[in-house]
C-alpha cells in the first residue's frame, strides 16, 4: 500500500515561496507517476502538477505554469513542490498522490493514493 506524507505548508505573504515535500512508501515507484492537486474552500479538488517518477517528464496548470516547479528525488522517494511568486488565490489545501499511470492517466483518470494534505495560506 503506498503512503504519502506531504509536509512544509503554511503561511506566507503575497510574493513569497513555499517548498512542499512529499514522502512516499510502500511500493517501488518506477512505473508511477506523482503530483499535486489542491482544494479551496468551497471548490473542487484541482490538478496543480505532476512527475513521472522514472523520466521526469512533468505536467502543469495552466495557473501555475512558469511560478511552479515540481522535482523529484528517487534516493529520497520524495517529491518536491517549489512554490514561487505565490498569490493569495494559491491558497489551499494542498494534497499529494500517487498512481502507476502515464503523466496524462495520472491527471485525468481516478484511483490515485493520497497523502493527508498540508494546508497553503498566502495574504494579500
Known amino acids: 500500500q503506498v503512503q504519502l506524507v506531504e509536509s512544509g505548508g503554511g503561511l506566507v505573504q503575497a510574493g513569497g515561496s513555499l517548498r512542499l515535500s512529499c514522502a512516499a512508501s510502500g511500493r517501488t515507484f518506477s512505473s508511477y507517476a506523482m503530483g499535486w492537486f489542491r482544494q479551496a474552500l468551497g471548490k473542487e479538488r484541482e490538478f496543480v502538477a505532476a512527475?513521472?517518477?522514472?523520466?521526469?517528464?512533468?505536467n502543469y496548470a495552466d495557473s501555475v505554469k512558469g511560478r511552479f516547479t515540481i522535482s523529484r528525488d528517487i534516493s529520497k522517494n520524495t517529491v518536491y513542490l517549489q512554490m514561487n511568486s505565490l498569490k493569495p488565490e494559491d491558497t489551499a489545501v494542498y494534497y499529494c498522490?500517487?498512481?502507476?499511470?502515464?503523466?496524462?492517466?495520472?491527471?485525468?483518470?481516478?484511483?490515485?493514493?493520497w497523502g493527508q494534505g498540508t494546508q497553503v495560506t498566502v495574504s494579500s
Open positions: 498522490a500517487a498512481k502507476e499511470a502515464t503523466l496524462w492517466q495520472f491527471v485525468t483518470t481516478t484511483g490515485r493514493s
Open positions: 512527475i513521472r517518477w522514472t523520466s521526469g517528464s512533468t
